[in-house]
């Protein structure tokens, strides 16, 4: 059994344990760590606390800092470091799972303070030179050699190695994955996130300052934008560190200013000889009233050494990721948890620099890494935690469903393992192909389905949009996030083959195919129905005792993934579910039409949109009898048809139900629900004008609607849409409006509405929905 101090350990450790001591150590910040996004007032929140306690040290040695944690796994082999250059890395790396944002603020602090040291130093030594008493020069050499110790200690905010080069042979100690590498040369050396590039562009101030008898601070102007943050941050600790230089005089909240104190307050105290091995007695005191500069030094040394030593960290190395982010998840009670997402790149990087070792070229190496950018780059600016675990559960869903069949998430940490898990079982030669799967899924999702207005561009041929659009809004407006997967299977294929936007698509197939299933089970119940079975079943076990549909199989054929076998796997299962509902009628469509006349379809408005649609779709009433029609009048499945019904209450009755009408309509039955919820008694309101005053008659609403039909300009429809011109986007809602309008002929054709007329026209519909809908299925 393996024990829990194997997998990790933990111990409280200071700042200059964790960052001053491990002189070969440098930290490496994964891309899915979040940008370092510290601001000033955090600065000042940190250096009131440590104000405040460090005043309580001169009282009491229990007095210490806990900043929190930090989180890190041993990578020294490079495993997930990239870009990288061999043999140009720290001997020992440290992989930050939690706790870079105050790592790296520290960092900032603690070369701010060799910055100010430096500035100091100059200072100690003229005063060293003109002191002439032995007792005071004897303690201003030690303060001088504590103030050279310090500048030492802080000088570890870089990495030195035995490179010849007076600048790069110093590695910055902390870069990010993907744009930053460490490098002992101009050529490999690259640090552009805004904390590498400071550090660097600091060290090399440092050399070109040696010869100088005066330390400069470095100038800030130099870094553009990008680095506006960290720039920011700098310029907050620099005011702070005045304010410490001054005494210890920290602004309050309200503007007042914290009492200053005096080295008097330093003489003698045992604590800061005993936890901060710095003691101050009378001679310096003296020293600091004699020279005006050395009061000012004394306070910031005491300050470098409190901050070192005093401040502390609960430093936790893990043996691996996993564990390390179970960890992480335990630890992080306030902040925001890692996504799957997040999680899962370092695996494709360290996947890249096994690729980089097996001799991948750089363009190749280059490509990888882009696509996967092109996944995390879609996360990067989603600000609301809830919106991106949101969707980045959707997108794991979807894409492993479709990758291996099976998936089940209930938590943060299933997510992390089907991604983990359905990744690692990847042979080495399917990861290029697994991770180029899911940039397209990502795409699918974020560019087709879970924008505001889900469109298809793109994906199908332009004169097959229109109804591609309709099924694809039909699918995200019923929620039917299942049938991701399949569609993301064909989308693959399609690129595959250089089908994608073509009229080879198989993607505009099946998505009509799939809404057509959808619809025509749906119809029977008025609800789901156990119809997500049917997509498990498929990708789960497959159909015909073939293989499932499932990407991991390695291969993206129509041997595999065929559009007209899953037409018919469709068309079985539908068939199956027919015959289920007990239906006493022989031939299958007649089965389905009994079903669904006895529905209360109009109860629910929103799942029957596309059935309408498609009830109306090729349907013209000529001599009071119906026809099917190709003409352009006659086209119903269309995005501004779709646009149109979905308003509030388009959808009505033409018999409300209301008590109040019942005795002016002609037929007592047609009170009942399961009569007046019939499809055959919907009524398309395209202008919202129905009401119950329109309504209180047959009589009312009929000439009502007589009256809309009267319009001259319904008679010119067909001539406008065969006008050959390019009709503008308005005049195509307000054709769509009359074609709608139209439709009343079908109702006012009746001399009254009743039971039977209900029925008729359920009937009619009906079988106009299951020709044109089953037709996506043949």
């Known amino acids: 059994m393996q024990k829990s101090l194997d997998i990790f350990k933990a111990e409280p450790q200071s700042v200059f344990d964790v960052l001053c001591e491990r002189k070969q150590t440098g930290f490496y910040m994964p891309a899915y760590q979040r940008p370092y996004s510290w601001e000033e007032n955090h600065i000042r929140d940190l250096f009131s606390d440590c104000e405040n306690v460090f005043r309580n040290l001169l009282e009491s040695p229990d007095a210490i800092i806990f900043l929190g944690s930090i989180l890190s796994v041993d990578d020294s082999a490079a495993m997930t470091v990239y870009p990288i250059a061999k043999r140009q890395t720290p001997t020992h790396i440290k992989l930050i799972i939690d706790g870079q944002q105050r790592?790296?603020?520290?960092?900032?602090?603690?070369?701010?303070?060799?910055?100010?040291?430096?500035?100091?130093l100059p200072s100690l030594e003229k005063s060293l030179i003109n002191e002439k008493e032995a007792e005071l020069s004897d303690v201003l050499e030690d303060l001088k050699e504590t103030v050279r110790q310090l500048i030492i200690d802080t000088s570890n905010f870089s990495v030195e190695t035995t490179a010849d080069h007076a600048v790069y042979k110093y590695l910055p100690k902390i870069i990010?994955?993907?744009?930053?590498?460490?490098?002992?040369d101009e050529k490999k050396a690259q640090y552009t996130s805004p904390i590498s590039m400071l550090l660097s562009s600091y060290q090399r101030h440092i050399v070109e300052q040696h010869e100088q008898t005066i330390f400069t601070p470095l100038n800030l102007s130099l870094f553009d934008e990008s680095a506006k943050r960290v720039v920011n941050n700098i310029k907050e600790i620099r005011k702070q560190l005045d304010c410490v230089q001054n005494g210890f005089q920290f602004k309050l909240p309200g503007g007042e200013v914290e009492e200053k104190l005096c080295v008097d307050d330093f003489v003698n105290v045992t604590t800061l000889d005993l936890c901060l091995d710095f003691p101050v007695d009378e001679d310096l005191h003296k020293a600091c009233n004699k020279h005006n500069k050395i009061e000012e030094i004394v306070y910031i040394t005491a300050f470098a050494k409190f901050l070192l030593h005093r401040v502390c960290l609960t430093y936790v190395e893990v043996n691996n990721e996993s564990y390390a982010f179970d960890m992480f998840e335990a630890l992080n009670t306030t902040g925001e948890p890692l996504t799957a997402i997040e999680t899962f790149v370092p695996k494709v990087i360290e996947h890249i620099g096994n690729k980089r070792r097996e001799g991948d070229t750089e363009e190749?190496?280059?490509?990888?890494?882009?696509?996967?950018?092109s996944i995390t780059d879609r996360f990067e600016n989603i600000i609301k935690s809830k919106e991106k675990n949101d969707k980045t559960k959707a997108l794991i869903l979807a894409f492993v469903r479709a990758y291996q069949g099976k998936v089940k998430i209930t938590s943060l940490r299933d997510q992390r393992d089907a991604m983990l898990k359905s990744y690692e079982n990847c042979s080495y030669i399917n990861k290029d192909n697994y991770l180029n799967y899911l940039a397209k899924s990502a795409a699918f999702l974020f560019e087709h389905w879970q924008v505001d207005t889900p469109d298809v561009k793109g994906l199908v041929s332009v004169n097959k949009r229109d109804v591609a659009n309709v099924c694809l809004r039909y699918l995200v407006d019923m929620k039917h996030d299942i049938v991701q997967s399949l569609l993301i299977q064909f989308i693959l294929q399609d690129d595959k083959y250089e089908n994608t936007g073509t009229e080879y698509s198989s993607f505009e197939d099946v998505l009509k195919a799939v809404t057509a299933f959808s619809v025509l089970w749906r119809a029977m119940s008025g609800g789901a129905d156990g119809i997500d079975g049917v997509y498990k079943k498929l990708h789960e076990k497959g159909m015909n005792e073939r293989n499932a549909y499932q990407l991991s199989f390695g291969t993206?054929?129509?041997?595999?993934?065929?559009?007209?076998d899953l037409k018919a796997f469709f068309r079985d299962e539908l068939t199956a579910k027919i015959n289920s509902k007990g239906s006493p009628k022989v031939n299958i469509d007649d089965k389905w039409l009994d079903i669904c006349s006895k529905q209360q379809m109009l109860t629910k408005s929103k799942s029957i949109k596309l059935l309408i649609l498609a009830a109306f779709d090729n349907l013209v009433l000529n001599d009071n009898c119906f026809e099917r029609s190709n003409k352009l009048d006659c086209q119903y499945i269309t995005p501004i048809m779709w646009e149109l019904i979905s308003k509030k209450d388009r959808i009505k009755r033409v018999y409300d139900g209301s008590r109040e009408s019942l005795k002016k309509w002609d037929d007592a039955e047609i009170a009942n629900p399961e009569v007046y919820n019939k499809l055959g008694n919907v009524l398309i309101d395209t202008r919202n004008s129905i009401s119950q005053k329109t309504q209180t008659s047959w009589y009312d609403l009929k000439q009502h609607m007589l009256e809309a039909l009267a319009n001259d300009s319904i008679n010119e429809i067909d001539t406008i849409l065969q006008s050959g011109g390019i009709i503008s986007e308005e005049a195509q809602k307000n054709v769509s409006l009359l074609m709608l309008e139209k439709k009343y002929a079908e109702i006012t054709w009746a001399d009254t509405w009743n039971k039977e007329a209900v029925e008729q026209r359920t009937e009619v519909l009906l079988k106009n929905a299951w020709l044109n809908l089953t037709s996506w299925l043949d």
């Not at 900032?108 to 060799?114: A, D, H, P, R, S």
């Not at 990010?176 to 002992?184: F, L």
């Not at 993206?556 to 007209?564: G, K, R």
């Open 103 to 120: 790592l790296s603020t520290l960092m900032l602090i603690i070369m701010c303070l060799n910055e100010r040291l430096r500035i100091l």
């Open 176 to 184: 990010r994955s993907q744009v930053d590498c460490w490098g002992k």
């Open 364 to 373: 190749e190496l280059k490509f990888a890494m882009d696509t996967l950018g």
């Open 556 to 564: 993206l054929s129509s041997d595999h993934f065929n559009v007209t």
